[in-house]
């Protein structure tokens, strides 16, 4: 990265790319807001980030499944002193099934994390990221994004969101010192297809979680950073195939990769 922040915000960092994200921005020496329901693994982390790189490290127990969870989060953070310029909207999780059988709280909870806490936290720490000469905000979509997903549709059409919702926001911050990521990984090995409870969200080129962030962190450090990276030049074309075919093929093609 050209420019190092020198705090960032990390949602979903007890686990798979938040932790990894978390690792690489403090190696890089900035101070890290660690953000999940599960606080002994955050504390952890920071123990081992604080130590390593001489950092401030801060975890902060949030369930972001809860509405209001991001304006309480800023107001955690304000109330220790931190004044953000970078944010890595990563917390996330995806469910399995048909929607006709999914659980309601299931579907609820999916939209306020993958979905509404993403998109509040960005607005309300938009301005200060704004205000600082140069600022980051990855949000963490998927290949999942690029096309409808029968029996896996709640979770691509909630990061067709994330990655749309981003690369407006891209450019609506051309011209500003703010980099804006929408992150595409495809399948990748974290606790991610445990929490689902499925393997069908394993389709595409498997990577590993660094090789993720490793994409995440080279998009950055482009001088025009964005909007879009996807991770895995496999992962590339799979992702630009729908947009070359009628939507009817596509669900056909998707609708057999993800079928029971
Ligand atoms: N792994 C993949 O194949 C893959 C591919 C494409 C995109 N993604 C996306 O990558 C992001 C990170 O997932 P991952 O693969 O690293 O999975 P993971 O290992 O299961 O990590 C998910 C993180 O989200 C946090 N989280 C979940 N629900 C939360 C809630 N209600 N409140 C606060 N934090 C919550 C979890 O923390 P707690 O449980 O401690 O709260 C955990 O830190 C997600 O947005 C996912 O959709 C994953």
Known sequence: MTTTPGCVVITGASSGFGA????????????????ARRLDRLGVLAEELSSAHGVRAVPIEADLALPG?????????????MNPDGLVNN???????????????DVSGLLQVNVV??????????PRLLAHESAVLVNVASTASFQPLPHLALYGASKAYVRTLTEALWKEA????????????GPT???????????????????TVPQVIDHAFDALGQRRAGPTRVAGWRNRVTALAPRLV???????????????
């Open 20 to 35: 990894e994200f978390a690792r690489r921005f403090a190696a890089a020496g900035a101070d890290v807001i660690l953000v």
């Open 91 to 105: 917390a996330g999780f995806g469910i399995d099934g048909p929607l006709a059988t999914a659980d309601i709280a």
């Open 189 to 207: 090995e974290t606790e991610f297809f445990q929490v689902a409870g499925s393997e069908r969200f394993k389709v595409g080129q498997m990577l």
């Open 117 to 126: 806490a993403l998109t509040e936290l960005s607005v309300l720490l938009l």
């Open 246 to 260: 009628p939507t009817r093929t596509a669900l056909a093609v998707a609708g057999s990769l993800t079928k029971d």
């Open 69 to 81: 969870a991001a304006e309480r989060l800023v107001r955690e953070i304000d109330a220790r002193g």
């Open 174 to 185: 051309q011209g500003t010192g703010l980099k804006v990521l929408a992150l595409c990984p």
